[in-house]
């Protein structure tokens, strides 16, 4: 008798993981790291459920075996593909049938180790989001649009600072440009799987450095009780010219087609005002680019200083940043946080 494993034993045994879960039920969410091997398409899988509804559990089996029956060695023979070596880890949503069908499967055809999750990807979620909930040593990077918080927080990286990414994590830059270039979002609740994830990686026994940023990233939520964190934690706010800044995102963006640029103006045109979006698509068009970014950076620094006046002043570090490059100001940055760290630091 193999008895499923709790979430913790589960993921401690460093197993490649499959979710035999339906195709949607995977693209929802999923232990980052598992691949999908679905029992059933999402089709066959709402079939099964309302025969269950319908008929019960006896009917449901039958349609489930007819089912399954003809994918069974593709079923082995993509296990054996992400686990050569015969060890691996099965789950589905509520560790029931799915999940304990396979891994009976995968014993027959000579896998020397298969564990079940206990209560599935339920009892996952539950620990993901218990993790966020938990204190956290976070120490906030902020600054207006433009800074260049991305290369800071990624340079902080390199210098072996501990660095959670949210907008790589969200795949979205912030803005309402911010999902240009980038592929499709994750969904929330798969977000809060990747942010588990990089959290767990790093472990809290040292500040974790974090972008200042809205809730909604794109279309991703950060969490409620880890954004109240964000919010209550120590902040540098990197203080760059406007000049300096409109440099830094015609350079980012610069690149990109005017289209889709122009889309992001059209987006956020009633928040511009009609005269202001109507200058700015005209710059476009003809190409002044700089003043573009210049017309974009005076209404998000007026919606960052709403947000900045909502924090703690004595949690508050102002980095001055003039003819400073991003790669100099995480140096600084990481002297800083050392400094804080050993309460030499005279604020924050």
């Known amino acids: 008798m193999h008895s499923p494993l709790p979430i913790e034993r589960f993921l401690a045994a460093g197993l490649p993981l499959i979710d035999v879960r339906s195709p949607a039920e995977y693209l929802k969410g999923h232990i980052p790291g598992a691949t999908n091997v679905a029992l059933f398409s999402d089709e066959e899988r709402a079939s099964v459920g309302t025969l269950y509804k319908q008929q019960g559990r006896d009917a449901a089996m039958l349609e489930g075996l007819r089912i399954a029956g003809p994918k069974l060695a593709w079923l082995v023979e993509q296990a054996r593909r992400i686990a050569p070596d015969g060890r691996i880890g099965v789950h589905c949503w509520r560790g029931g049938e799915r999940s304990a069908s396979v891994a009976w499967l995968l014993r027959k055809a000579g896998f020397n180790e298969v564990a079940t999750l206990e209560r599935g990807y339920k009892a996952f979620r539950e620990q993901v989001l218990a993790a966020l909930a938990k204190p956290w040593n976070l120490y906030v990077l902020g600054g207006y649009t433009g800074t260049g918080k991305t290369v800071i927080l990624e340079r902080l990286r390199e210098l072996g600072e501990a660095v959670v990414n949210l907008e790589k994590l969200a795949r979205h830059k912030g803005s309402a440009f911010g999902g240009i270039g980038e592929e499709a979002q994750p969904s929330t609740e798969h977000f809060e799987n ?153 604020r924050i």
């Open 194 to 346: 990747l942010l588990w994830a990089a959290l767990k990686e790093l472990g809290n026994s040292r500040p974790i450095w974090v972008e200042d940023e809205s809730q909604m990233i794109g279309r991703a939520k950060i969490p409620d009780s880890f954004f109240a964190q964000i919010r209550s934690s120590p902040i540098w706010f990197v203080d760059m010219p406007l000049g300096q800044r409109a440099k830094q995102l015609v350079e980012t963006y610069g690149n990109y087609p005017a289209d889709q640029l122009a889309e992001a103006i059209k987006r956020i045109q009633k928040r511009l005002g009609p005269q202001h979006a109507k200058e700015a698509l005209e710059a476009l068009a003809a190409g002044n680019l700089r003043r573009v970014a210049e017309i974009m950076l005076v209404y998000y620094d007026k919606t960052y200083a709403r947000g900045l006046s909502g924090r703690n002043p004595e949690r508050t570090r102002l980095v001055q940043a003039k003819e400073t490059t991003p790669i100099e100001l995480a140096e600084r940055l990481k002297d800083e946080r050392i400094d804080a760290t050993n309460g030499t630091l005279d």
